[in-house]
């Protein structure tokens, strides 16, 4: 199975560590394999580009949100996580770890530029090469609205954090399959994410998209969303019905009958 190849598509996106050694292996193992799984068509196609993978040995299967992962009230889902970690409101929401590849640079340019009454609460553990950030944020002279969370060890408390932000925003330069879409979804809210490798195959119709690069067009985006709740609430319920498409049940019956069709 993989789930991406963004060590060899642009190594300078990924820890020297680990390029290194998935670049010495992968398409050895790859080459060697019966079958490929791959999470996504964008990576199938990445693995026959760049691991030269003959298609007929490629499975895609989807891969899917956790069932945790659903609507909570709202009311009910900001006491949570205002009691745990005592985040202001309104705010847009950005989970993942803190790397290059996430382009976060771009999301805090354009989220000053916007004009907005939102916070930006960044959710999730400090990555590789991610040490500019937190000078970024005082540059721009946002220490007052950006909040890092750190890594949240409490999963149930996700569901809270994605149905309280007013959008899930997601600037990544490049995702394998990207599972933060999904989650906002699957709990109703509006996502705002990159139109880039697997991201447009996840969101769909149901999100709203920008060049990872065009800062104008995401902060276009926030002022846009964060203005208008007829369009959140469109979003919000086209979202939810989207996410059902994506199941680990179906997922897990497809990876075993590949398995068995190997076998």
């Known amino acids: 199975?993989?789930?991406?190849?963004?060590?060899?598509?642009?190594?300078?996106?990924?820890?020297?560590?680990?390029?290194?050694?998935?670049?010495?292996?992968?398409?050895?193992?790859?080459?060697?394999?019966?079958?490929?799984?791959?999470?996504?068509?964008?990576?199938?196609?990445?693995?026959?580009?760049?691991?030269?993978?003959?298609?007929?040995?490629?499975?895609?299967?989807?891969?899917?949100?956790?069932?945790?992962?659903?609507?909570?009230?709202?009311?009910?889902?900001?006491?949570?996580?205002?009691?745990?970690?005592?985040?202001?409101?309104?705010?847009?929401?950005?989970?993942?770890?803190?790397?290059?590849?996430?382009?976060?640079?771009?999301?805090?340019?354009?989220?000053?530029?916007?004009?907005?009454?939102?916070?930006?609460?960044?959710?999730?553990?400090?990555?590789w090469n991610s040490s500019d950030l937190q000078e970024q944020v005082v540059r721009l002279h946002l220490q007052e609205k950006v909040h890092f969370t750190g890594y949240i060890n409490d999963r149930v408390l996700f569901p809270a954090l994605y149905s309280a932000a007013t959008a899930f925003v997601f600037p990544s330069w490049y995702e394998g399959f990207g599972l933060p879409v999904l989650e906002a979804m699957a709990c109703g809210c509006p996502v705002i994410v990159s139109n880039t490798t697997s991201m447009p195959e996840v969101g769909g119709d149901a999100a709203l998209y920008a060049a990872p690069e065009d800062t104008d067009g995401w902060a276009n985006l926030l002022e846009q969303v964060s203005g208008d709740d007829v369009l959140r609430q469109t979003m919000s319920q086209k979202g939810f019905e989207r996410s059902k498409r994506f199941s680990w049940q179906r997922c897990a019956e497809e990876t075993l009958e590949c398995y068995r069709s190997v076998l």
């Open 1 to 127: 199975s993989i789930h991406d190849l963004c060590f060899l598509w642009h190594p300078e996106w990924a820890s020297p560590k680990i390029v290194g050694t998935f670049q010495r292996t992968i398409r050895k193992h790859a080459h060697e394999a019966d079958t490929v799984i791959a999470c996504s068509e964008s990576t199938k196609r990445e693995i026959i580009e760049l691991l030269e993978l003959p298609e007929e040995r490629i499975r895609m299967i989807h891969d899917a949100a956790d069932v945790l992962f659903q609507p909570v009230h709202h009311d009910v889902a900001r006491k949570q996580v205002a009691d745990t970690l005592n985040i202001s409101f309104p705010y847009m929401l950005f989970v993942g770890t803190r790397e290059p590849r996430k382009n976060l640079g771009t999301l805090l340019e354009a989220f000053a530029k916007a004009d907005i009454p939102h916070h930006l609460v960044i959710a999730g553990g400090s990555g």
